[in-house]
């Protein structure tokens, strides 16, 4: 009984040590073994199969991120480009406003002190 607790308490600290399960002991017949052996074979292949599936999904989700991000990089500089476009014509269209807006405020002027002149 003792050399029983003694064997059973090993296995428990091996089990802690390593991680690996301890082996059991048998139960069953070997026909038995062998068909939950051909059991857990068959699900650990339909395990891999899913998981398959799963990383090829996955792969093409990347794949199609990867691609946006190109067009997102590309659409990137091309709104740079134009911003930049725009800013340029701002500029001009605000330097020939201030040139507009001193020629008719000189017009006005002078047509004011014209009138002034006439009037009196």
């Given at each position: 009984?003792?050399?029983?607790?003694?064997?059973?308490?090993?296995?428990?600290?091996?089990?802690?040590?390593t991680g690996v399960p301890a082996r059991r002991e048998r139960q069953g017949?070997?026909?038995e073994r062998v068909a939950a052996a051909a059991e857990a074979l068959q699900e650990a292949s339909h395990t891999v199969t899913d998981l398959e599936g799963e990383i090829a999904?996955?792969?093409?989700?990347?794949?199609?991120l990867e691609q946006?991000?190109?067009?997102?990089?590309?659409?990137?500089?091309?709104?740079?480009?134009?911003?930049?476009?725009?800013n340029q014509e701002m500029r001009a269209d605000g330097r020939r406003a201030l040139w507009i807006g001193i020629g008719?405020?000189?017009?006005?002027?002078?047509?004011?002190?014209?009138?002034?002149?006439?009037a009196q």
């Open positions: 009984m003792l050399e029983t607790a003694m064997v059973q308490l090993a296995r428990y600290m091996v089990e802690a040590l017949t070997f026909d999904a996955r792969r093409e989700a990347v794949e199609r946006q991000r190109k067009v997102l990089d590309v659409d990137q500089e091309k709104l740079e480009a134009v911003a930049n476009l725009l008719s405020n000189a017009l006005f002027f002078a047509l004011g002190v014209l009138v002034t002149l006439l």
